[in-house]
């Protein structure tokens, strides 16, 4: 089982049950769009961002992005860890038709990617891995690497985007802050240059 001292912020109860199963954290959910409207809540997000770090784990679709921006907007940004979960399409089990945007969500996302998923997160079975030394990845090597700013940078980003297993919905800021934590500078540039 995989252990982690942040606390995870998913959008649901069925989420939250999914990922109790897996790791050893404490969770918390920001029910639904709930979390907007719901001052204490978001007090309690600042400040178990401070104290201890949160894990943001929404789903892929736009729902789950705009929840995902919304925490981004109560917390600094140093205290967010982003775990995305890849575009899968289908319903899940207790449901009786797909979401909107056909994807599935935490819930319905197989144990193992999601596991995966935490793992590129920095989670493991003995707790969280220490904040990567190295060079960063930043915006001019987007720039200079043709993923930003250019003709063709959108289809570029979501070939690595793909490459990576990383959901199709996300900003260039939002995806060179991924990588950045997923990969090292080095393993960034042989995947640059595949494309």
Known sequence: MLKTDKVIVVEGKYDAIKLANLVDAAILR???????????????????????GLLVLTDGDSAGMLIRNHIRSLVPP????????????????????PSKE?????????????????????????GDRPARS??????LDFY?????????????????????????????????????MMVTYEEYRALVDTL
């Open 30 to 52: 920001t029910e639904g769009f709930g979390v907007f409207n719901d001052t204490e809540k978001q007090e309690l997000l600042r400040t178990l961002a401070e104290k201890r």
């Open 144 to 180: 200079r690497d043709g993923l930003s700013g250019g003709p063709g940078s959108r289809e570029k980003r979501k070939a690595l985007q793909k490459a990576l297993g990383l959901p199709e919905r996300m900003t260039g800021k939002q995806l060179l802050r991924i990588i950045d």
């Open 102 to 126: 056909g994807k599935l969500g935490v819930e319905g996302i197989p144990d193992a990617l999601l596991i995966e998923a935490l793992q590129k997160a920095g989670v493991t079975e003995e």
């Open 78 to 97: 140093e205290q967010i860890t982003d775990v995305f979960i890849p575009d899968l399409y289908g319903k899940e089990k207790r449901k009786s038709a």
């Open 134 to 139: 190295g060079r960063s990845i930043t915006v």
